[in-house]
């Protein structure tokens, strides 16, 4: 199974971690990227310890991905088949995680920006009831829902989504769309669109997760 790495920012108040918040990145980027989202959010979780592993494969360009896009044909079929494929390897960094750091599911939360945002979306629904996370984050991305979605059996975390709506790479009618189907399944779901804004986190867009985690953190 390949192991994950990437910057990680010590808990703020300088003793153990009692919670973790990772961070995924988007296509062609790495862990250097979102891992400066932290000090933003540090101050709602003092306690946590913040990961931004690099994901599992290289590109030629620069950067990594988490899986790989078929740009000239289905991109929809490449993300569905993507996403399933590239979901053990983020499940096994957040097992190794818990193991090493005492810290429970139920004190993570898993975030993602783009394709970094289905992987956190879909493998945070895609958990087991039992270690149901402390709440999941997806900027800017899509949601495929998990195999066996809505039952039971399956976390039910409390999720945010958050999206520009100019946004030319990922269209955003997709976070509309994930935020219908959760809502609709039961889900509390924070929902944010930043207006005139793209491909991006816009300072609003960042407000509204920093809302977000401070009501986990109550």
């Avoid at 108040?13 to 990227?33: I, K, W």
Wanted: charged content about 15%; glycine content about 12%; proline content about 9%.
């Amino acid at each position: 199974m390949t192991k994950l790495s990437g910057p990680m920012l010590a808990p703020a108040n300088g003793q153990a971690p009692d919670a973790a918040v990772v961070l995924l990145h988007g296509y062609g980027s790495d862990g250097n990227d979102l891992i400066a989202m932290a000090p933003h959010f540090q101050h709602l979780l003092p306690g946590a310890l913040f990961v931004s592993p690099h994901a599992p494969t290289p590109l030629g360009m620069g950067g990594y991905q988490w899986f790989p896009i078929d740009w000239s044909g289905d991109r929809l079929a490449s993300r569905q088949t993507g996403v399933i494929g590239a979901r053990p390897v983020i499940v096994g960094f957040l097992e190794d995680l818990w193991s090493q750091t005492g810290i429970p599911p139920e004190r993570t939360i898993l975030a993602g920006f783009s394709q970094g945002a289905m992987m956190a979306l879909h493998v945070g629904l895609s958990l087991p009831a039992q270690k149901t996370l402390m709440g999941v984050v997806g900027i800017s991305g899509a949601f495929l829902p998990p195999e066996g979605f809505g039952s039971d059996a399956l976390a039910h975390p409390p999720v945010c989504i958050v999206h520009g709506d100019m946004d030319d790479v990922v269209d955003p009618n997709h976070s509309a769309d994930a935020n219908s189907l959760l809502t609709n399944s039961g889900f509390a779901v924070d929902y944010h669109v930043s207006r005139g804004v793209g491909h991006g986190v816009a300072p609003d867009g960042m407000d509204a997760i920093a809302r977000f985690i401070e009501s986990l953190a109550k």
